[in-house]
T-cell receptor, first 117, second 112 residues
Framework: AQTVTQSQPEMSVQEAETVTLSCTYD???????LFWYKQPPSRQMILVIRQEAYKQQNATENRFSVNFQKAAKSFSLKISDSQLGDTAMYFC??????????????FGKGTSLLVTP | DGGITQSPKYLFRKEGQNVTLSCEQNLNHDAMYWYRQDPGQGLRLIYYSQIVNDFQKGDIAEGYSVSREKKESFPLTVTSAQKNPTAFYLC???????????FGQGTRLTVV
């Protein structure tokens, strides 16, 4: 079974600053994907960024980037130029890739990020 | 517009009663999922279905049941056997592309 650990229950950052959210995972699988999801107060789940395990290059989406360390099983999210709208719960998630996996997501417990003016 | 519809948004039930949460999608996705969200627990998988008339238990299936009679629909029944049913429930669907998992707006179930 895969486990996803987010060690920071809460974090705070000032507007325009940079913040990094940590995520580690444990798996024996070789083919998988990693994701960061954002859940604002509306509770709608929004995909922030994804990383294919077979890719060495770290994924980037505008102000969001990841630091994927496969050997260390680490997958941190960096948010640059933080905005008030980034205030949300952030979940790290793992997906096994392959037959009979169902493409279900295995989530961490989340990090609550507060962006302050 | 394509998407996933969960209804109702808020649901109240008395302890001991079964309750069914609705999830409908018009995205033509084969796979559908149910997750439960509790404060400080993240999202945990209850059941998932990859095709019609087939479904598998997730990590916390006890006290829940599902059906998948149509591709578009994946209702979740919370039975009286579920010891702590009060939670936020999210339905999702996907195709084979892992980045294309869509979530519904969720149903907040409160059992009193």
């Amino acid at each position: 079974a895969q486990t996803v650990t987010q060690s920071q229950p809460e974090m705070s950052v000032q507007e325009a600053e940079t913040v990094t959210l940590s995520c580690t995972y444990d798996t024996s699988e070789s083919n998988y994907y990693l994701f960061w999801y954002k859940q604002p107060p509306s509770r709608q789940m929004i995909l922030v960024i994804r990383q294919e395990a077979y890719k060495q290059q770290n994924a980037t989406e505008n102000r969001f980037s990841v630091n994927f360390q496969k050997a260390a099983k680490s997958f941190s999210l960096k948010i640059s130029d933080s905005q008030l709208g980034d205030t949300a719960m952030y979940f790290c998630a793992f997906m096994k890739w392959g037959s009979n996996s169902g493409y279900a997501l295995n989530f961490g417990k989340g990090t609550s990020l507060l962006v302050t003016p | 517009d394509g998407g996933i519809t969960q209804s109702p948004k808020y649901l109240f039930r008395k302890e001991g009663q079964n309750v069914t949460l609705s999830c409908e999608q018009n995205l033509n996705h084969d796979a559908m999922y149910w997750y439960r969200q509790d404060p400080g627990q993240g999202l945990r998988l209850i059941y998932y279905s990859q095709i019609v008339n087939d479904f598998q238990k997730g990590d916390i299936a006890e006290g829940y049941s599902v059906s998948r009679e149509k591709k578009e629909s994946f209702p979740l029944t919370v039975t009286s056997a579920q010891k702590n049913p009060t939670a936020f429930y999210l339905c999702a669907s996907s195709i084979t592309d892992p980045s294309r998992t869509f979530f519904g707006q969720g149903t907040r179930l409160t059992v009193v």
